[in-house]
């Protein structure tokens, strides 16, 4: 217990000391976190005999809350009745994004080789981006305030429904031996009726249960008021990855029911700071699981993938801007928005890692955890950046001042 609570302290000294660094020379804190776990974990610091922190299942579970909470709050800024109301620019936006970047990393992954099953899981690790990344950015920099985060999260809210059929569709072919048969059909079919029955449930509250949502925080002991709130979207979300669907929508479509019970100020104000304590304890558990070894395998396909996939991203982000009517400087802004990856990236990769082939066990993992690094940063240091981007691109012009 001693040495565990050790690592703990080891753990929170790594946060403390990278987000001092990225204070002090302005840059995000999130790619330094990664750069803070990958220093700090057992492929850096315990190759060196020097203490560590374990990738253990603390803390990925840590890790799992701050998932959950930064959805959680994306929820309560993006309420049932405006995501109903955006529902036709979502989809258009999010089908965009889909045709380009899914496509593309499968024909990256055939130009090197690769069957169509290890096509598809490269496929998939570089269309999604990262919700948690990209909405911990955003409130970062103010963006959640500005016209640009309409798309940019309605774009996340379809590629998070997306993924859900996604990885029931991958699973089957990767746990089947890449042949979806019969049994594979009807294993993917009752997969997507769980996941999307679920999913129907929760719009079903988030529709009906503003009373409820309500009187639940209806207390005035903050103590009370923060246990009883993360009652709610905890166990939902727990309910939802067991039943196989993302707990990042589920904790979306919690946050969304809280939006409307007329407490959101109050839960921002208690909560933030128990957000942010999660979400760091994330991006550095992205950086535990990093072998910098390994990277040398996969050093190629990820250096084609990362020129490639980059301003791919962007363009969609942008066509995505267009579709809401936004102006081409932030509709750009939107494309940059996009281009960090993280979490689900690493998902679809722990799914290639049970697979048959050595593509699948060895090649896309380390791809993974090196892409997922570089794009974290590079993503982040974008939107960080967006306005020497904005200038690059428009050349002559003016960018557009935040809202």
Aim: charged share 15%; no cysteine; proline share 3%.
């Amino acid at each position: 217990m001693a040495g565990e609570l050790l690592e703990f302290g080891y753990l929170f000294a790594v946060v403390a000391v990278t987000g001092a660094v990225a204070l002090r020379l302005g840059l995000s804190v999130i790619p330094l976190y990664v750069v803070g776990g990958v220093a700090a974990g057992p492929h850096v610091a315990g190759r060196l005999g020097l203490p560590y922190v374990a990738d253990g299942e603390i803390v990925a579970l840590l890790a799992e809350l701050g998932i959950v909470l930064l959805l959680f709050f994306l929820g309560l800024e993006f309420s049932l009745d405006r995501l109903r109301a955006a529902r036709r620019n979502i989809g258009r936006a999010g089908v965009i994004d889909l045709a380009i970047n899914l496509p593309l990393g499968i024909v990256i992954g055939l130009a090197f080789g690769w069957s169509m099953v290890e096509a598809l899981l490269l496929g998939g690790i570089v269309y999604i981006s990262s919700s948690a990344i990209v909405t911990k950015t955003l409130i970062d920099l103010g963006w959640i305030a500005d016209p640009e985060s309409e798309p940019i999260l309605g774009t996340l809210v379809f590629e998070d429904l997306a993924i859900a059929v996604y990885l029931a569709v991958v699973t089957s072919l990767v746990l089947g031996g890449g042949s979806a048969g019969n049994g594979g059909v009807a294993a993917i079919g009752q997969s997507l009726a769980i996941a999307f029955g679920f999913l129907g449930l929760l719009l079903v509250a988030v529709q009906y249960g503003t009373g409820l949502f309500t009187r639940i925080l209806d207390i005035e002991n903050q103590e009370a008021f923060v246990v009883r709130t993360l009652a709610v979207v905890i166990p939902i979300s727990g309910a939802a990855l067991a039943l196989g669907v993302s707990e990042a929508v589920a904790a979306f479509f919690v946050g969304m029911g809280f939006s409307t019970s007329g407490h959101r100020e109050r839960i921002e104000r208690l909560l933030v700071p128990v957000r942010d304590v999660f979400a760091a304890v994330f991006f550095v558990w992205i950086g535990l699981g990093t072998d910098p070894m390994l990277l040398g395998a996969a050093a190629v396909p990820l250096v084609v993938a990362v020129v490639l996939t980059t301003p791919a991203k962007v363009l969609s982000g942008y066509l995505g801007g267009r579709v809401y009517d936004l102006s081409t400087h932030r509709s750009l802004r939107v494309g940059v928005g996009l281009v960090p990856r993280g979490e689900f990236s690493l998902v679809i990769a722990a799914l290639a890692a049970s697979g048959t082939t050595q593509v699948m066990r060895e090649v896309i993992p380390a791809f993974a955890v090196g892409y997922v690094l570089v794009m974290s940063a590079f993503g982040t240091v974008l939107m960080q950046r967006s306005d020497l981007v904005e200038r690059l691109v428009f050349r002559g012009g003016t960018t557009e001042p935040s809202a």
